[in-house]
């Protein structure tokens, strides 16, 4: 299995307050990517990095904010934190060589709960 | 920009049945395909993948896929089915660019009935 480590994996936070959520690798995949997983939605990209301070928005950054100052860590903030984001976060890595054709490798996830 | 259609929300199959999942797809080029396999509290398991030649891949755990591009389709084939494969089953498709995002369908969940 990649070496991927999501922290927190599971938390119960209140409307309003600030999270991060962490991902840790330890494969120096260059790609990381934030997913929320909601049912009958899939898994939707939030933010994804293609290298150290190098990051691009998804398709539901909304709410959502990245960094990433060291390659084997990716950081999901929100700011302020709403019901509706409520999800299972997923971190996924992915290789930058063309031979690897976007496959990506997935963390164990954080489960999130905001009241 | 790409899309992925799994028409079944739910299917369930008795053990030593066959299973097929269907995956259809929006993309104009020859995209990359996969599947991912999630058990219940766990993350994802790369399945099988297409990227292009043999258009049947084999993959982990006796499941294979064939890509038909006649039909925009890359669906996912197992001739007998053990209680150990109930769990959600996505499909996804990457893009031939530099950004190696991929899009995911919305899950077949999988039920196995003894």
């Known amino acids: 299995d990649a070496g991927i480590t999501q922290s927190p994996r599971h938390k119960v936070t209140e409307t309003g307050t600030p999270v991060t959520l962490r991902c840790h690798q330890t494969?120096?995949?260059?790609?990381m990517y934030w997913y929320r997983q909601d049912p009958g939605h899939g898994l939707r990209l939030i933010h994804y990095?293609?290298?150290?301070?190098?990051?691009d928005k998804g398709e539901v950054s909304d709410g959502y904010s990245v960094s990433r100052s060291k390659t084997e860590d990716f950081l999901l903030t929100l700011e302020s934190a709403t019901s509706s984001q409520t999800s299972v976060y997923f971190c996924?890595?992915?290789?930058?060589?063309?031979?690897?054709?976007?496959?990506?490798?997935f963390g164990p996830g954080t489960r999130l709960t905001v009241l | 920009a790409q899309s992925v259609t799994q028409p079944d929300i739910h299917i369930t199959v008795s053990e030593g049945a066959s299973l097929e999942l269907r995956c259809n797809y929006s993309y104009g080029a020859t995209p990359y395909l996969f599947w991912y396999v999630q058990s219940p509290g766990q993350g994802l398991q790369l399945l099988l993948k297409y990227f292009s030649g043999d258009t049947l891949v084999q993959g982990i755990k006796g499941f294979e896929a064939e890509f038909k591009r006649s039909q925009s389709s890359f669906n996912l084939r197992k001739p007998s089915v053990h209680w150990s494969d109930a769990a959600e089953y996505f499909c996804?498709?990457?893009?031939?660019?530099?950004?190696?995002?991929?899009?995911f369908g919305a899950g077949t969940t999988v039920t196995v009935r003894a």
């Open positions: 996804a498709v990457g893009e031939q660019s530099n950004d190696y995002k991929l899009s």
């Open positions: 990095s293609y290298g150290v301070k190098d990051t």
């Open positions: 996924a890595i992915s290789e930058s060589m063309a031979s690897s054709y976007n496959e990506q490798f």
């Open positions: 494969e120096n995949h260059r790609y």
